[in-house]
């Protein structure tokens, strides 16, 4: 957020940019070189674009991506591929809870915007993780796949807002 202190910041880059770099550090050694190896790190849709109050969140995100690419470099000859998922909005604990629980007060906030009108499930973020894990991805490498249901494409148009803009309604 726009107000966070030190503390917050470098919990932040702790949590997701130090911990994936330091949990991909520690199982490298132990990874099966040339046998469809692959890492995944999680960044998200905040990675990409503004939005309010999200600075040390997006930050930690937009670090992820480039950590992600580095990665796929540097082990690039241990035959271990790097790529990275990007989320938007997922219907998760943390997300009921700020939706009181309630799916359909959630989707009603959230869902304007995406493609569908609803928030992913965790099921949708995870079997594209598993392809990326998969062989069938064995020439996908230091590239990030969006899972956002046409978040980043609609921009701040959001879904069927586009025509009050453009004065067509």
């Not at 470098?10 to 949590?15: A, G, I, P």
């Not at 790529?83 to 359909?104: F, H, I, L, Q």
């Not at 230091?142 to 980043?152: A, L, M, N």
């Amino acid at each position: 957020m726009s107000n966070a202190d030190r503390e917050s910041w470098l919990k932040s880059f702790d949590v997701n940019v130090v911990g994936y770099s330091n949990m991909v550090q520690a199982v490298e050694p132990f990874m099966n070189r040339g046998k469809n190896c692959s890492v995944v790190n999680v960044a998200s849709i905040s990675a990409k674009i503004g939005q309010v109050d999200r600075w040390t969140y997006s930050g930690t995100k937009g670090a992820i991506l480039a950590v992600t690419r580095c990665m796929a470099v540097d082990l690039r000859e241990k035959q271990i591929r790097v790529n990275s998922v990007s989320p938007g909005w997922v219907w998760s604990p943390e997300v009921a809870k700020a939706a009181e629980y309630d799916r359909e007060k959630g989707e009603e906030k959230w869902g304007r915007f995406f493609l569908s009108g609803k928030t992913a499930e965790v099921e949708h973020i995870a079997s594209v993780v598993a392809f990326l894990a998969s062989k069938d991805a064995a020439y996908i490498n230091g590239s990030d796949i969006p899972v956002d249901d046409g978040y980043i494409a609609m921009g701040p148009e959001q879904k069927g807002q586009w025509s009050s803009f453009a004065g067509t309604e």
